[in-house]
């Protein structure tokens, strides 16, 4: 199972806002409503932002959204803001009854 | 409130094996899947398998096969996930998480496996 695709690196001023894409296959992004996005902080563990392609967990502003076209799934964060530096990793469930992450983005805020 | 805590961070020797423990508590243990995923220094997540807590059931990423072993122990609300014939490549943070529908809300803190070459 490859990797899913993410630009190595994004970056957009505060305020502005930004997209990071997820591309897969058929067999994982494009086949079920199971994708996810996590951001990860340096030497801390990954945070759930998304799930289920657009639904936020509790807790996470709501300047970030989700969605999904065909195999390629995005996160947007809008209203940029320094604390959302970080390294951003999609998720998706398989049709092989597996999980296959992305190959993560840096976030930078200029 | 739902925690993940592993064990401690180790160091082995190259063809050894390692022994990782996951301990869930906050929640109904055997209700959930939990699963493993690692971080090679400066490299992204990789999901090495999951775990049915209360079957016992398991499934792993194909390039873990026949090396990653995943075991329960529901008395103690803890899971193990042990790695044999250990590589300077298996050197990396391994981490637990819940699983909830296709998501995982709830980490372990993770464990630093280190494989001198």
């Known amino acids: 199972q490859s990797a899913l695709t993410q630009p190595a690196s994004v970056s957009g001023s505060p305020g502005q806002s930004i997209t990071i894409s997820c591309t897969g296959t058929s067999s994982d992004v494009g086949g079920y409503n199971y994708v996810c996005w996590y951001q990860q902080h340096p030497g801390k563990a990954p945070k759930l932002v998304i799930y289920d392609v657009n639904k936020r967990p509790s807790g996470i502003s709501n300047r970030f959204s989700g969605s999904k076209s065909g195999n390629t799934a995005s996160l947007t964060i809008s209203g940029l803001q320094a604390g959302d530096e970080a390294d951003y990793y999609c998720?998706?469930?398989?049709?092989?009854?597996?999980?296959?992450f992305g190959t993560g983005t840096k976030v930078s805020v200029l | 409130q739902v925690q993940l805590v592993q064990s401690g961070a180790e160091v082995k020797k190259p063809g050894a094996s390692v022994k990782v423990s996951c301990k869930g508590s906050g929640y109904t243990f055997t209700d959930y899947y939990l699963h493993w995923v690692r971080q090679a220094p400066g490299q992204g997540l990789e999901w090495m398998g999951w775990i049915d807590t209360n079957s016992g059931a398991t499934t792993y990423a194909q390039r873990f096969q026949g090396r990653v072993t995943m075991t329960k122990d529901t008395s103690i609300n803890t899971v193990y996930m042990e790695m044999d014939s250990l590589t300077s490549d298996d050197t990396a943070v391994y981490y637990c998480?819940?699983?909830?529908?296709?998501?995982?809300?709830?980490w372990g803190q993770g464990t630093l496996v280190t494989v001198p070459s």
């Open positions: 998480a819940r699983g909830v529908g296709g998501s995982h809300p709830d």
């Open positions: 998720s998706s469930y398989t049709s092989i009854v597996t999980y296959v």
